[in-house]
């Protein structure tokens, strides 16, 4: 049986430039992910986000209704805020980075009386007007969590634990 | 795969760039190196026979009855789950069972194993009893008609993926109780029209799990008793017939959407509509995704009919055994920690299984362990899951290629085709790192 001559030369050359196009690829990346996947659990600032300060003494109200979750706030926890007014969501991200092992604190300010829903790690707070729902928690779950709110199905954003 | 309660509570990670980028690279060269050394007499077909692993004797005869009783009384129960059980996806045990155990669970021990699914499917059990009660009823099954082919499985995998995918409750127990019952119906009135054997090979999910069981080394030979053979080596053998090739790309373009469906640009693309809206936003994207999959796949069967001459219908049938690999790829990729994550729950339903607060094997109040694979494996399977697909999809085709063409024409038509497989493959590895 005859073999195309060129074949074993096609070959050759692929296996070049897929070498070429890989070390490209892997030269040019993210630190931050490359970190992540040799194992080392995140202590980067960079995926920290919201810079509002933690009010410690606002957080009595995660004490009623979180079945779990740290009941004082930390004061070195990265904040993840998000308003609710007429249905409509606004957060500074639709994914906010955490990195895993931090403490969060989520905090939900409402115009209507609705449960906030962390998918995952299945904890809840309760929001109302006047009194936002208060998450605390350890991120040490990792993965792509939803928070929402509980009763409409309303999705007010992503966290991504890793 | 929609976020409800009880189901997918944890979304995978993106995954890391470098991943990406040397598994696609890996992809590439493989391809090529395989035109270059892969051999040039048709190979899998002879492997395809493989050699005995155990006789039909009584014992493994025994084996599968016990297997057929345990998965008839698994599917009755969830079928009673769904229409009289708790409607509360998480306390529920028949989303998880459709969506975890058999969508993703048998689906990967079809591909890795063989097609089990085939040994103890209770909707072919189902069938069986129907066909002996219209026999004895005086009705003999007929033959169904050709043109039917596999199309009927085409339209089902569209209708549940749908449900999956688009349908406002779709992981709700109630709605899958009703389609349970409406799929269940259909397939006793096949099995009195057609026979149950027609059930076992044209119900949606048997014939899939047929085609990527496959891909699995062990298998139920014709003369009786389990066969082993090569991995992939049985797609050689895989019987294709009109609707065949559809069905495959039906299922890769609803893996495709899902997997899109999570990534920032649909999010920017398509914002985040809920219900009906949503689902007929998720209808078009479903269906767009399918029609992008179509595409690839015609463009190579079209570059391989311009070059060999063979009709393109005709080259659409002989290439569509190479499309079950990738289908096992990415499904795999885009399900293995919701498989990981869910079954756990399955185990914590099973003490539950209609919501109503029992306790019957202890495990009821159960919470998964998240870290029971580490993030890290999941994203290294989810590669070797995509690559082990196109390895595979590109071996069936090259061998494929050369049982019907000369050397020259096979040449040609591999390239097209390759670079099909390497179009998949890379877009799998693209949703994977848009998660």
Not at chain 2, 126 to 141: L, N
Not at chain 2, 204 to 221: N, Y
Not at chain 2, 423 to 435: D, E, F, I, K, V
Request: negative net charge.
């Amino acid at each position: 049986m005859t073999r195309h001559p060129l074949r074993p030369l096609v070959a050759l050359a692929t296996v070049v430039l897929g070498l070429v196009l890989a070390g490209c690829g892997s030269s040019g990346d993210d630190t931050a992910t490359a970190t992540a996947f040799t194992g080392a659990t995140g202590t980067e600032a960079s995926t920290a986000t919201t810079a509002a300060t933690t009010d410690t003494a606002a957080s009595g109200n995660s004490a009623d209704s979180t079945p779990a979750g740290t009941p004082a706030a930390d004061p070195a926890a990265t904040v993840i805020e998000a308003t609710v007014t007429g249905g409509e969501v606004t957060a500074a991200e639709d994914r906010f980075d955490v990195a895993q092992g931090s403490a969060v604190l989520i905090r939900v300010t409402s115009d209507v009386e609705e449960p906030v829903h962390l998918h995952g790690y299945d904890i809840e707070a309760d929001a109302a007007p006047g009194r936002p729902a208060e998450i605390a928690f350890t991120a040490d779950i990792p993965g792509v969590f939803e928070v929402e709110l509980e009763d409409s199905g309303t999705l007010l954003f992503e966290i991504e634990v890793k | 795969m929609i976020f409800a309660h009880g189901l997918g509570s944890r979304g995978q990670l993106p995954l890391p760039v470098w991943m990406f980028t040397w598994a696609a690279a890996i992809a590439l060269v493989v391809s090529f190196v395989a035109l270059g050394v892969l051999w040039t007499r048709p190979l899998l077909d002879r492997l395809a026979a493989g050699r005995s692993l155990a006789p039909p004797t009584g014992a493994v005869g025994a084996v599968r009855g016990a297997g057929q009783a345990i998965a008839l009384a698994l599917y009755l129960l969830c079928l009673v789950a769904g229409l009289a059980g708790a409607d509360v996806t998480s306390d529920n045990i028949l989303p998880v069972t459709i969506y975890v155990v058999v969508w993703v669970g048998a689906l990967l021990v079809s591909g890795v194993v063989g097609d089990l699914w085939g040994a103890v499917n209770p909707i072919a059990t189902v069938a069986r009893g129907v066909e002996a009660v219209a026999r004895r009823a005086g009705r003999q099954p007929g033959e169904a008609p050709t043109w039917l082919g596999q199309w009927p499985a085409a339209l089902g995998l569209m209708v549940f993926l749908f449900y999956e995918l688009g349908h406002p409750s779709g992981a709700e127990p109630r709605t899958l109780g009703y389609l349970l019952a409406v799929h269940l119906a259909i397939s006793v009135a096949a099995a009195a029209a057609w026979g149950a054997d027609w059930v076992a090979e044209h119900e949606p999910f048997s014939a899939l799990f047929a085609w990527v069981g496959a891909m699995g080394p062990i298998f139920r030979r014709p003369e009786g008793g389990l066969g082993l053979r090569p991995p992939v080596s049985g797609l050689a053998r895989m019987p294709v017939v009109t609707g065949t090739a559809v069905s495959l790309l039906v299922v890769l373009g609803g893996t495709t959407y899902d997997g899109f469906s999570e990534s920032e640009v649909a999010r920017q693309l398509l914002g985040r509509p809920t219900g009906w809206s949503g689902a007929v936003t998720a209808l078009l994207g479903l269906v767009g995704s399918i029609v992008v999959i179509g595409l690839l796949y015609a463009v190579g069967i079209w570059w391989t009919s311009r070059v060999t001459g063979m009709v393109p219908g005709r080259a659409a049938s002989a290439f569509a055994p190479s499309l079950a690999p990738i289908v096992f790829g990415y499904a795999v990729a885009h399900y293995f920690q919701l498989l990981v994550d869910e079954s756990q729950s399955f185990v914590f339903r099973l003490s539950d299984p209609f919501g109503r607060g029992w306790d019957l094997f202890g495990g009821s109040d159960g919470l998964i362990n998240f870290n029971l694979i580490s993030v890290d494996l999941i994203a290294w399977l989810q590669v070797i899951a995509i690559l082990v697909g196109h390895i595979g999809a590109v071996v069936v085709a090259h061998d494929r290629s050369i049982e019907l063409f000369d050397v020259g024409h096979s040449l040609r038509s591999q390239f097209a085709m390759l670079l099909v497989m390497v179009a998949y493959s890379t877009l799998g590895l693209w949703l994977l790192l848009n998660a």
